[in-house]
């Protein structure tokens, strides 16, 4: 029996996308890439990091972030850890669902957080390949939201008529009656100052989490990256809807997007969406992926707009795992007695201990 484990960092760019491209088509999704994880180490997030499993010709891949726990002002007995995904869909990706190649991955990577002293892990499960199936059995999985993804197989003319009517309607008078424009942008021809202008005032519309205003630095590097694509709606050449969508094998994920608040009304998304499924058709690609609500309420007004254009959902699902019980134990203690205020907001979240 041939077994190994290995880690990656982004010094191993080239390794890691080898790696990743013997695996089956639909697991090679891009928010697995050092590329995409480059964002985020950038970004401030943590080292990434992926670990890589290999056994008779199998493998998984779990690419991750680790930060020290210490650093945060915290007194222990030596230099611990925690990691989580960046932001998007994390969780591993493998070549083999066996239950003994699962058992022996987790072997492994446990021993590794042990020798590590990993003390915490935090992941979004990717809700289309439904990899919360690989760690089922290992970690405490907990439903978070459902998403909305859209099947591109069937003729455009099918997928046309598979909109609600009011969506087509919407569609039909953004172009007709209202004029409204739409440009897709690739290799790196993109409207930056557009995009910022509108993604801020959106999230401050709906009082979105101050990490998800990211900065300029980071949208610079998002259209950097390979298969990303922009769509922007104007009026009169005033950009007033757009979206980043970033491309991967099968996949077209609708990531960062707003709508100017003034223009709501007119539903210049709803343009967005049905350019992103051309594209993905265009591409042949299997799915588009325009993902789920601004809150976890299954009447999320966000999710019923998605719900618009596609009735097939799936399940956006987390994983937590405490590694080293006794020392997040201790953590938490000190982050109460601190930092009570954090606590008391936090404390129903696995690494809450961070916010602070």
Known sequence: ???????????????????????????????????????????????????????????????????????????????????????????????????????????????????????????????????????????????????VYIDVDNPEDKLWSALQTTTRKQIRRCYNRYNFQVEILENKN????????????????????????????????LLELPNTIQYIVSTDSCPISTIIAMKGSKILHGHLGGTLTEYLTYSPSSMLYWEMIKTAKKENLNYVHVGGGNTTNKDDKLLAFKKHFSDTMSDFCIGKKIHNQTIFDAVVSQWKHKHPESYKQHSNKLLGYREI
């Open 190 to 221: 993109y409207n930056l100052e557009a995009f910022e202008e509108i993604y801020k005032e959106s999230m401050a519309r709906v009082n979105s989490n101050e990490y998800l205003y990211f900065n300029h630095k980071y949208f610079e590097q």
């Open 1 to 147: 029996m041939s077994m190994s484990f290995k880690i990656l960092t982004l010094n191993d760019s080239e390794e890691w996308n080898n790696l990743l491209a013997k695996l089956p088509a639909e697991q090679q999704d891009i928010y697995y890439t050092p590329e995409y994880y480059s964002l985020y180490e950038n970004y401030g997030d943590g080292k990434a990091m992926c670990f890589v499993f290999e056994k008779d010709g199998d493998i998984a891949l779990y690419p991750f972030l680790i930060n020290s726990v210490n650093t945060l002002g915290y007194d222990l007995d030596k230099e611990y850890y925690d990691i989580q995904g960046a932001y998007g869909y994390n969780g591993v990706v493998t070549s083999s669902y066996d239950t003994h190649f699962i058992n022996n991955f987790y072997n492994a990577y446990n021993e590794y957080c042990r020798k590590k002293n990993i003390i915490a892990d935090f992941t979004r499960f990717h809700p289309l390949i439904e990899n919360h199936l690989f760690s089922q059995s290992f970690y405490s999985v907990l439903f978070d939201r459902a998403i």
